[in-house]
């Protein structure tokens, strides 16, 4: 089993800044995949930044320049910078990752992903 627990969310004003952190513990992770996604009412979990085995870090557009993924040495901590946040940025944020021996297409794919509890994200004037 994996465990993933996330923090850091919270609310914050347009244009504010906020830290996500994810701690990863348990069974071995993959560490092309692993990554953040966020899901609002009403629409699909979406993935917003992670690690890609085979071309580094990816990014969901709306976040490009604003977000900024980072992880430990060791992997068993990742992070998300978010900066210049906009009200579209509000919504409950999870930390992904896939064990070892399940496959993984890219870091956006969900499948084989285990998901933390979530961290909620508010973003307003």
């Known amino acids: 089993h994996v465990q993933l627990v996330e923090s850091g969310g919270g609310s914050v004003q347009i244009g504010g800044s906020l830290r996500l952190s994810c701690a990863v513990s348990g069974s071995a992770v993959r560490s092309n995949c692993m990554g953040w996604f966020r899901q609002s009412p009403g629409k699909e979990r979406e993935g917003v930044a992670g690690?890609?085995?085979?071309?580094?870090?990816r990014y969901r557009d709306s976040v490009k320049g604003r977000f900024t993924i980072s992880r430990s040495d060791n992997w068993e901590n990742l992070y998300l910078q978010m900066n210049d946040l906009k009200p579209e940025d509000t919504a409950m944020y999870y930390c992904a990752a896939v064990p070892v021996g399940n496959s993984c297409s890219n870091a956006f794919t969900t499948d084989n992903h285990f998901w933390g509890q979530g961290t909620q994200v508010t973003v307003s004037s």
């Open positions: 690690f890609d085995g085979d071309r580094g870090t």
